[in-house]
């Protein structure tokens, strides 16, 4: 190759480099909140669903499937969509986060509903856990004490095609006395004690799944069912969950 080839040559690597600088590869584009790079999304969902499989949780395929519908970057704030499909809770403002992946998954399935049933979910927070639990064919109902967030959510739900939710702003330990008795109740914030409230809101045999014990360390999620004769309780495990707030010192009415 001559001088001139070697010129032109080393000219034309610039030039592609200095094209790609300005416009950036164009397999690689930032992803927007609202989806802006699906392929990227793609990827990281399908390790994410590797990753709950591969864990000592016994997880059933309609459970997965339904985690795996969600699309969780429409669930958290635009600083974080890039970590969306990490196996962790990120912050969602206000001190309080969306739920870790596994812990969603392992809660949906402990609740052991059927599509038709009727779930009370308290703390909506970001939709996400409401979200899975649409995915599941069940009719669902979520109470958020902070308005800023219950505003926030039904935003992501609608933003991400769920449209028939019921929501309300309120102290969820009371749970939502006219739309009970209910299927099931997910609480997805940790009182100190089981609300006795929420425990008369469960249909015969409908199941509640709480995370119960002290703010700050890890609390005890526990699976309790109403049966003909009373409630039994199953210890699932230890979980970490931001407190339940509002009137759960009070003495139960
Ligand atoms: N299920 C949520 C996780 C939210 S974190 C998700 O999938 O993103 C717990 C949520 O419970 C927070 O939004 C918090 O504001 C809410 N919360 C705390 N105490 C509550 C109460 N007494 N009633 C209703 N919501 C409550």
Not at 6 to 32: D, E
Not at 55 to 65: Q, T
Not at 99 to 119: F, K, N, Y
Not at 163 to 189: H, L, S
């Amino acid at each position: 190759m001559g001088r001139a080839g070697a010129f032109i040559l080393t000219c034309g690597v610039w030039v592609a480099v200095l094209v790609t600088l300005a416009c950036g590869p164009s397999t690689s584009r930032t992803p927007g909140v609202d989806g802006g790079d699906a392929s990227v999304f793609a990827v990281r969902r399908s390790q994410l669903m590797a990753e709950i499989r591969a864990s000592d949780r016994e997880i059933s395929e309609p459970v997965l499937a339904a985690v795996e519908r969600v699309d969780r970057h429409r669930f958290v704030r635009p600083e974080n969509v890039d970590e969306a499909y990490e196996n962790r809770p990120l912050p969602i403002g206000e001190g309080q986060t969306i739920s870790q992946p596994l812990i969603v998954a392992m809660m949906t399935e402990a609740l052991g509903i059927s599509p038709g049933d009727r779930v009370l979910e308290i703390g909506t927070g970001s939709g996400y856990q409401a979200a899975v639990l649409a995915e599941m064919g069940v009719r669902v109902y979520s109470v958020e004490i902070i308005p800023a967030l219950a505003e926030w959510s039904e935003e992501n739900l609608l933003n991400a095609g769920y449209e028939d939710i019921y929501q309300r702003t309120d102290d969820g330990y009371f749970g939502w006395e006219d739309e009970a008795p209910f299927d099931g109740i997910i609480v997805t914030a940790a009182p100190d004690h089981v609300p006795q409230p929420l425990i008369r809101q469960l249909k015969e045999g409908g199941r509640m799944i709480v995370p119960v014990g002290p703010p700050g360390f890890y609390q005890t999620l526990w699976m309790i069912e109403q049966t003909g004769d009373g409630v039994v309780a199953e210890n699932l495990g230890l979980v970490r969950f931001v407190p339940l707030t509002g009137e759960m010192s009070a003495e139960d009415p």
